[in-house]
């Protein structure tokens, strides 16, 4: 059997949105800091003096949809429609739209407060910009519901999805230890493992899903069970007719004595279950 690799999907109605309003900005940061260089970044991007000193609450929410040059949104946004359409699809749209704005926003407000850990005392404040913290909390989400579909690492490693996150996982995690010290470059490691932390979190409260979805295996089990009970009741109903037709064919030419016991109980059964369609009604 040949091993089927997943890649992407049709875009759906969020992800589309995204896309094209994370797109929009780009080319709106680029013109503006043609104007004022660095003004945006620092106004919109999450910065632990803005967002904790300067009480710039917007940031947290803002700095998701800033990117620092076309590569850094190309890949956020081609990740995210590698692994954001079947998630779109099976959490609904308001719903997927709800769990990646708030896991971006947890990410952010997770890299304020590690900066402000980390930088307070030497005065430097660093500003971070990009989805990226959205972004690993939908590999997560991916990651964790389908664990073992298989995708092309760097498009040439196969590598079952569970494992990917539990390296990239690990990566992240390092990677913020290495940024407490000071080293970790130009990388939002504090922001990677803090959209993996945020998306778990999302997950397991699930407090963000306000509309009925396949993704709620309760509903789901109930639903399944309602339709195994309807379709019960039409094969008892149609096994209803045959007995009624074939014993009361019996009854027409010898009459109702000349029934079985057994017969009349199947008669008494047939009559109780035979009911017109308009009563099963599966909402």
Not at 35 to 47: C, D, K, R, S, W
Not at 119 to 140: C, R, W
Not at 180 to 204: C, E, M, P, R, Y
Request: aromatic share 18%; charged share 15%.
């Amino acid at each position: 059997m040949q091993t089927q690799y997943r890649f992407g999907g049709p875009i759906t109605t969020s992800l589309k949105k995204i896309i094209v309003f994370t797109s929009v900005v780009y080319i709106i940061q680029l013109f503006g800091n043609i104007v004022a260089p660095g003004l945006i970044e620092y106004t919109f991007g999450i910065h632990h003096i803005g967002f904790i000193h300067e009480f710039k609450l917007w940031q947290p929410v803002t700095y998701m949809f800033l990117h620092g040059n076309f590569f850094h949104i190309f890949f956020n946004m081609f990740a995210l429609w590698m692994f954001g359409c079947d998630l779109e699809e099976l959490f609904g749209s308001k719903n997927f739209m709800r769990f990646y704005l708030y896991s971006g926003i947890g990410a952010g407000i997770g890299i304020a407060f590690m900066n402000y850990y980390i930088y307070a005392t030497n005065g430097y404040n660093p500003v971070t910009i990009g989805a990226s913290g959205a972004i690993y909390a939908i590999l997560l989400a991916y990651g964790m519901i389908w664990p073992d579909r298989e995708v092309l690492l760097y498009f040439i490693f196969p590598i079952k999805m569970k494992y990917l996150v539990l390296l990239f996982g690990g990566i992240e995690f390092f990677g913020t230890i290495a940024s407490a010290q000071g080293l970790g470059g130009n990388v939002s490691h504090i922001g990677h493992l803090g959209g993996f932390i945020t998306g778990f979190i999302l997950l397991k409260t699930r407090f963000w899903l306000r509309q009925k979805t396949s993704f709620n295996p309760f509903a789901s089990i109930t639903r399944n069970y309602r339709l195994a009970k309807h379709k019960k009741r039409i094969d008892d109903r149609i096994k209803a007719k045959e007995i009624i037709d074939t014993l009361l064919d019996k009854i027409t030419h010898y009459g109702y004595n000349s029934l079985t016991p057994e017969e009349k109980q199947k008669l008494e059964w047939a009559r109780r279950h035979y009911y017109p369609d308009n009563n099963d009604i599966i909402h």
